[in-house]
């Protein structure tokens, strides 16, 4: 193969490598990136949801306490029950763990007897203030807390599988980036090998021929130098030679022509003076 062939299968062989890896690395990346994005978006919106009912809870318990004392049921506020329930059915079905799931429905079995308490504030609104307060603080406050307690360890649920989320993205970018640190290190070793291969077999037999041609020019020696192979260098260190050994044989003609001139001026001389 020629020179030129040679270094371009070897350049074009580290392309090649580099234009993989970099490939594999972008798909693995944009992959790892989609799938975790999806489920930090879903942990995030699952949070908000239980945020925004737990509100809800909020709103409605404090409503009922303001009215505590009163006497007229028309002064109870509305829930949208069933939306409560239709939310956290949703937020169920979004979750990614049983854990998480274990504790929504938690979450809706204590919401369940939270709503069955309140539905008694019908009936002892009526009654004094004494017989409100210590419903509301005895009966009521309880399922409220332990209502409260479910969603609070259900928002640490989801926030564990969003920082689990947010650790698997971590190890899968590294993971997508491990094929172009290979193909770094590979494109640098090929390189490093190339320019071995360059320093050996046209560095050298240059540095070789351009000696040989010094101890020519300078002391007359003969070019010997000799290699093998079938490319550029080997033609052009054969042509050299060829060129250097007819310019010996022409400086030995010239050098008897100057020689046979000599003497014939010399029995030119001899043969005037007779």
Known sequence: MSM????TLSLGAIAVILLLSSIISILEYRRMSDYVSNLIATNINCVNIAQKLSNECDRYNLQLLTIVGETDPNLIPKIDANAFVTEYE????????SEAAAMADSVLYSYSAYMLTSFEFEKV???DFIDNRDWYF?????????LKSDIEKLNEVIYLQLKDNSETFQDGFYRSIIPGVVSVGAGLLLVILLLIFILIYYVRPLNRMLSGLDDYLRSGRSYSYEFD???????????????????????KRVGRLREERERLIETSAAAREL
Do not use: A, M, W
């Open 4 to 7: 030129s062939v040679k270094l």
């Open 138 to 146: 005895k009966r009521l406050q309880p399922k409220y807390q332990r």
């Open 125 to 127: 609104i009526v009654n």
């Open 229 to 251: 192979g079938d490319d550029e260098f080997v033609k052009l260190n054969g042509s050299l030679k060829d060129i250097v050994d007819e310019n010996i044989e022409l400086k």
């Open 90 to 97: 949703s937020l169920k079905h979004t979750l990614d763990s």
